[in-house]
């Protein structure tokens, strides 16, 4: 990392650096993700430059308002979580926006910051907006905010680290179909009346393509309407077909939906496990840095009751202060540390895991695509016989109509 040159970085970290101002990053355009994390910054300024940004956390600051994001087109991945945004503004450039943070704001009102992300355009799947006031007693949405969202935004997946479930897309349409405007956020909106009738296992587990399969694949081709008009037997030759391969479809599908409902409990335990790390890390962090500050305040406290040797006094605070800073330092790194690991542990387990769901799917889609190469292998053999036959036979026919003519 070291012998890389500053402006062919592709990501810096800049965390717990007491950061003010953003400033100093000329020069850094090659960056596509940055960390500004836990610092002090009141303003996002100085980083439009950075056109090649997909990664930007900005968390644990003292902003107010987003803005400074225009020229950021390609930022996909945005952490605003725990500054002081009252307002949501500003993201109506991002159109690759997949994932926005933004949590223990101060933000009161949940209707009118869903209705404006509803409003734009981009790709946003992954929203955290809880512990904010409007969840608090009193705030607009203690209650309904969940379900307001998830009718809102109907590409979203995930809200507030946990999966939405089809029961709960459900309820949200219940109670807030007549709220939210009518606007395509995706092919859901558009689909046509065939399609609906789809099992929505099938869908979200992205296998509704074998929905109908072998009954589509006759009625679109116009071979196969030929041939039923002229193969007597056509029929009884493609219903075997047909039993034969629906009844593996349906095994097939069986199988591959019980592995995706697998893989969808594993997502939501390993976002809910780097949830929790990083809760218990942001709790041992504010833990720590309190500590300091009560030392800090005893120690002032005791600086404005000294009449006597008050300047050997502040001489020797301050050393104590600067010791205390350097252990806190250390202690947050290694809180720091402490959670990258548990980060890095908990993708490697999801990464093997996903290995294996994705393997699973896999050989049951090629043992499935085997058999019906099989079964349409066998088809082809019997009605090329049906043909072959029915065309001796008509054959047959003629030259003995044509010997009765040749009598007459």
């Known amino acids: 990392m070291n012998d890389v040159p500053l402006w062919e970085l592709t990501e810096l970290s800049l965390s717990y650096k007491n950061i003010i101002e953003i400033d100093n990053l000329r020069g850094l355009e090659s960056l596509t993700k940055l960390q500004l994390d836990n610092n002090i910054i009141c303003k996002i300024q100085n980083i439009d430059h950075l056109v090649n940004l997909e990664w ?4 644990f600051n003292l902003i107010s308002k987003i803005e400074g994001l ?16 009252q307002t949501l503004e500003g993201l109506e450039k991002l159109s690759e926006l997949n994932i926005l943070s933004i949590g223990k704001n101060l933000i009161k009102n949940h209707e009118t910051a869903i209705k404006y992300l509803n409003k734009l355009n981009n790709k946003l799947e992954c929203v955290k907006m809880q512990d904010n006031p409007f969840q608090k007693t009193g705030g607009s949405g203690a209650d309904e905010y969940k379900f307001f969202a998830i009718e809102s935004l109907k590409k979203l997946k995930y809200l507030d680290y946990a999966i939405i479930s089809p029961e709960e897309r459900d309820q949200a349409k219940q109670k807030h179909s007549d709220d939210v405007p009518d606007k395509d956020q995706g092919n859901a909106a558009n689909v046509d009346e065939g399609v609906k009738t789809v099992d ?3 869908v979200d587990a992205k296998i509704d393509g074998t929905h109908k399969l072998i009954e589509r694949i006759q009625d679109n081709s116009p071979d196969a309407q030929i041939l039923k008009m002229i193969v007597t037997k056509y029929q009884d030759c493609w219903s075997n077909f047909e039993q034969g391969v629906d009844e593996q479809t349906q095994k097939s599908q069986t199988d591959i939906k019980k592995v995706h409902l697998e893989k969808k409990r594993h997502i939501t335990y390993c976002l809910k496990t780097l949830h929790d790390s990083e809760l218990q890390a942001e709790r041992n962090s504010t833990a720590r840095i309190e500590l300091y500050k009560n030392m800090h305040k005893k120690k002032m406290q005791a600086i404005s009751f000294e009449n006597d040797d008050k300047r050997n006094l502040i001489e020797e605070t301050d050393k104590e202060l600067q010791q205390a800073i350097d252990e806190m330092y250390n202690e947050l790194m290694n809180i720091e ?7 890095q542990e908990s993708t490697a387990s999801f990464r093997d895991k996903i290995k294996d769901f994705l393997s699973a799917i896999g050989k049951t ?5 085997n058999y019906v190469q099989s079964q349409a292998e066998i088809f082809t053999t019997q009605l090329k016989f049906e043909a072959m036959k029915e065309a001796n036979d008509f054959q047959a026919a003629a030259l003995a109509n044509q010997d009765k003519e040749e009598e007459e």
Request: aromatic share 8%; charged share 20%; net charge negative.
């Open 56 to 59: 930007l956390d900005l968390s």
């Open 70 to 85: 225009d020229t950021l087109t390609k930022l996909s991945d945005l952490s605003l979580y725990s500054n002081k945004i």
């Open 365 to 369: 889609a090629m043992e499935f695509s």
């Open 200 to 202: 929505q296992e099938l």
């Open 337 to 343: 540390m402490l959670l990258q690991f548990a980060l």
